[in-house]
């Protein structure tokens, strides 16, 4: 094998791996800096990978930390996400930690607010 | 401590290393992603490998790989090696492999709250393991302290600020030969992932969500009478695209004044996550990983 042919192995194998790598958060609605009219019912959050459901989850709180969840989060696949409670104005924290399937860790916190 | 305490403690410790964890992803601290920095060396001990690093400036082509492997969480061993291709004009070409280097690093401290990292390592060019026409003969021996800050933590009046890191390390190189000076290199980045995701939603692509924008910096500055000279560094702003497995860094080679060069040269990375490529068995540490 020349160098050329062992670089292309390489860049292949990095490239078309199988998927187990740590979890990106791809996409949150709310999203991050979001301001919105009308409060969310949920926060849903999609990840670029599977994740571990017993280590993975979020947490909403608004500016005087109290947590605005409704019930447990809910993970399954590479989404999670959580019901909220009836949101007054103002500006709310979200919180996540997410585990892939690979053990690797992975979180983020952002905010959006709810206009009066 | 009694016997039996030392013992518990001892089992405790072995315990805590080997109950299957969530792992730290690599360049991962807190909700901040540290891509690797291609021109100065970064605070993670890490299963990595980049290949190829390929450097032109000063009439020098160096062809370079990095391989990094964790013995255990938080202590990994970087083997380096490459080869050199030098067309100084008015001088003789020379061309051959350069020394190989041994860089053991651990990470001593960690503060995901703050996105901080401090860690520390020597690293070893083995004089005499290169070709004899462009590898020193003398060892060089560079006890270095690393560290890696994220500005996640400021304020909110700041947000547009947190997506800025720094990294850096300072060490001493020590030659046989009494040419002793200090290596100060680092890196100034700005994590679009960080601003898309915990700062406001910019709606960017994919593929631009990944990129970071950096300036590196690497400096030498001779320590006594033996160094001779100057200063001599080189600034290398570019841009750096980290993937799920692999990352495809450029930068511009920038000389800081006329004792490191006369002309703008470049930095390209090839560079692949070993840890996310086989988190089963070459990317785990050896010793006191996840199962």
Same mark, same amino acid.
Request: net charge negative.
């Given at each position: ?106 979180? !983020? ?8 | ?31 901040r ?81 703050h996105e ?33 800050k994220g500005f996640g933590d400021l304020?909110?009046?700041m947000?547009?600020l947190r997506p800025f890191a720094v990294?850096?390390?300072? !060490? ?18 700005y994590?679009?992932?960080y ?30 009478? !033996? ?15 980290? !993937? ?48």
């Amino acid at each position: 094998m020349n160098a050329r042919s062992f670089l292309a192995c390489l860049a292949i194998m990095g490239f078309a791996a199988p998927a187990f790598a740590h979890a990106f958060l791809e996409h949150a609605a709310p999203a991050a800096g979001e301001t919105l009219a009308t409060p969310p019912r949920q926060v849903a959050l999609a990840f670029s990978e599977q994740l571990e459901p017993a280590f993975s989850g979020v947490t909403v709180a608004d500016s005087a930390g109290q947590d605005v969840e409704a019930g447990h989060a809910v993970v399954a696949g590479e989404s999670m996400s959580v019901a909220l409670k009836p949101l007054a104005p103002g500006t709310y924290r979200v919180t996540w930690h997410a585990v892939s399937v690979d053990t690797h860790r992975t979180e !983020g916190a952002y905010s959006f607010t709810v206009k009066p | 401590m009694s016997i039996s305490a030392s013992h518990r403690h001892a089992a405790i410790l072995v315990a805590a290393l080997l109950v299957p964890a969530a792992a730290d992803a690599h360049g991962v601290i807190g909700a901040r992603f540290f891509p690797a920095t291609i021109s100065s060396d970064d605070p993670f001990a890490a299963d990595e490998l980049a290949l190829p690093t390929i450097t032109i400036f000063n009439h020098e082509t160096d062809t370079n790989f990095d391989y990094s492997k964790s013995i255990f969480p938080g202590f990994a061993i970087d083997l380096g090696m490459g080869y050199d291709d030098a067309h100084p004009p008015g001088g003789a070409h020379a061309s051959g492999f350069s020394n190989l280097d041994v860089s053991p690093a651990m990470e001593l401290f960690r503060s995901p709250e703050h996105e901080f990292i401090f860690s520390a390592g020597v690293d070893w060019e083995i004089g005499g393991s290169g070709s004899r026409s462009v590898a020193d003969r003398s060892s060089t021996f560079t006890p270095t302290i690393k560290y890696g800050k994220g500005f996640g933590d400021l304020p909110d009046e700041m947000a547009l600020l947190r997506p800025f890191a720094v990294t850096g390390t300072v !060490g001493t190189a020590i030659t046989s030969t009494n040419s002793n000076s200090v290596a100060w290199a680092g890196a100034l980045e700005y994590s679009l992932l960080y601003l898309q995701n915990n700062v406001r939603d910019q709606g960017f692509s994919n593929f631009v969500a990944h990129l970071t924008p950096i300036v590196e910096y690497s400096f030498t500055s001779p320590v006594d009478a !033996g160094g001779g000279g100057e200063t001599t560094g080189t600034f290398n702003p570019g841009l750096i695209w980290s !993937g799920q497995y692999t990352q495809l860094a450029i930068e511009a080679i920038v000389p800081a004044n006329r004792a490191s060069g006369n002309n703008v040269g470049v930095i390209a990375q090839l560079h692949f996550y070993i840890d996310d490529i086989f988190p089963d068995t070459l990317g785990k540490p050896l010793f006191g990983g996840k199962p």
